[in-house]
């Protein structure tokens, strides 16, 4: 009986192993995706864009503007572009609330590799970690910075990363609600307007890529945002378009 019950507990003990391994592993990717990521925006033209991207994404603001502005417009669909943004903006607050359920911090910064021709003083806005998220609480750090002597102070004391491109408006990051609202527009707007279906997803995707390029959100949160975004709009599509549906697409 006893060898019994410890044959069982070897075995949920290789199994919580595997699973810390597979999890580790994973975690292990999204941070170097990110650290990738991340370096991209030491390159000023990369960074600004990067930049605006992520401000006119915040609250879902381009978005929600976006299907006003057409709901102003499109007077014969008014009501579809209205239920639409709607949709947008639902799925941009069902984000938050996971968000704050998850409760994942965001990435203070991506971990940072010293450039091949000079030393690690050489590279602006070297930072460590206690640095990184000190920052990140706060005040985004403008690309093209000099290292503080703080952070010449701590050189030893851990891992370097890049700082954070922008500040953010929660500490949270699970799931991404710039990506939510960018997935959820490309969807519900694209069902509206069939010209914009190849135009949106290159915009949602651009602007969930400038999140991972300024350093506040993992590749995951990212992913998991556009899943969340996508199958909202596609649980309200139905709803959206009702009023089009046998009524000569009129809708005012």
Sequence with gaps: MTDAVDTGCAGHSEADRGWAATAGGWLAADRRLLSAMRECGTQPEIAAVARALSFVGEHGALWLAAGLVHAAADRRRRRAWLRATVVVGGAHLVSVGVKRVVRRA?????PYSPPPNGTEADAPGRMHQEDAYAVHATHAVRPGA???????????????????????????????SHATSAAAAAVAFGALLPAARRLLPPVAAAMCVSRLVVGVHYPTDIAAGAALGGLAAHLGHRWTLRPLAGGGGHDE
């Design 106 to 110: 965001r990435p203070g910064a991506a």
């Design 146 to 176: 000099r290292a503080s002597k703080r952070d010449e102070a701590h050189r030893s004391s851990g891992p370097a990363v890049w700082p954070p491109l922008v500040s953010t408006a929660g500490r949270y990051s699970f799931p991404s």
